[in-house]
């Protein structure tokens, strides 16, 4: 099946073209990232922000939910069952870039990404709660796992009673008080009829402009037609929302000409050869491995 036919067809309706706002901040360096300056560093640097204030740099993990969440009733759609594998599918990434873990060596028989082990680079912390719950998973498994399985495993879908310790729980609820705390979203109790539930607000109309825009950005105006050159932290966001059912959401806003341009780039994207990709030099082959992941 092709990799672009889970695309998402938006409903035409007439809107104003783009969202207000400049490019949304990310994580800020910690001093252990220097462990791995070449994938790390570099894109952390690159993305951040020097307007944004502390509180508005966001992880991969933070951006994709912000994306799947409803404005004002503050949850995400009921009918969205792929943000959950999508959001682990971030977590594995920041680990990656922040130079935790990496993809072993494809080795004389050059195996593909699909076979080869995570495996730990540094079991330094983060920092993060979810990612040093994850980092420690990775690090009392011996022997190591794939991509694919650890997807898996920290979603809880898998068959195997042993690996369901490796869950990780309340993972939206978690990202969403966050997300509360830097100032994004807040929190109400809404009444469903028969139960209650938290839902979480946006309060923070900018910073989810900003993101929203920085994505749109990507694929029309910063185009550069090479996903070698393309931040990273940035292609993984585009390809991450799409995964999780939310990229949708960050070009509704455009007029139809920009949609159609967007999504056709994203389909470029979306078909590309990922283990050529991650075989290229300076290429991250978490990220590939990742995508691939999803496509299975």
């Not at 809107?15 to 490019?23: K, Y």
């Not at 994709?64 to 599918?89: A, H, M, P, Q």
Request: hydrophobic share 40%.
């Amino acid at each position: 099946m092709n990799r672009s036919d889970g695309l998402v067809r938006r409903a035409v309706k007439p809107r104003e073209n783009g969202a207000e706002g400049g490019g949304a901040g990310l994580n800020a360096n910690t001093p252990d990232d220097n462990q791995d300056a070449h994938d790390s560093n570099k894109d952390q640097e690159d993305n951040i922000d020097d307007g944004d204030s502390k509180e508005t740099r966001l992880t991969l993990m933070e951006e994709v939910l912000l994306l799947g969440l409803k404005d004002k009733e503050g949850y995400t759609s009921f009918w969205n069952d792929c943000i959950s594998s999508g959001l682990r599918g971030c977590i594995l990434i920041e680990l990656g870039l922040r130079g935790r873990v990496m993809i072993e060596k494809s080795g004389m028989r050059r195996r593909g990404l699909c076979t080869r082990k995570l495996i730990l680079k540094s079991d330094q912390q983060t920092g993060d709660v979810l990612l040093d719950e994850a980092l420690k998973h990775i690090k009392e498994t011996d022997p190591p796992e794939t991509v694919q399985s650890w997807i898996e495993y920290l979603s809880g879908e898998t068959w195997n009673p042993l690996k369901l310790r490796y869950q990780l729980k309340n993972v939206r609820e978690r990202l969403a008080k966050n997300l509360v705390e830097k100032g994004v979203l807040t929190t109400e109790k809404q009444n469903f009829l028969l139960f209650d539930m938290t839902t979480h607000p946006l309060s923070d109309n900018v910073v989810k402009c900003r993101l929203v825009k920085k994505i749109q950005d990507a694929v029309l105006s910063k185009w550069v037609n090479d996903a070698q050159r393309m931040d990273k932290r940035m292609l993984a966001l585009i390809f991450l929302a799409h995964a999780s059912d939310v990229i949708e959401n960050a070009f509704a806003p455009l007029n139809d000409d920009d949609y159609e341009v967007a999504m056709k780039r994203v389909r470029e994207l979306l078909d590309l050869d990922f283990e050529a990709e991650a075989a290229k030099p300076n290429a991250n082959e978490i990220l590939w491995a990742v995508f691939m992941a999803f496509t299975k």
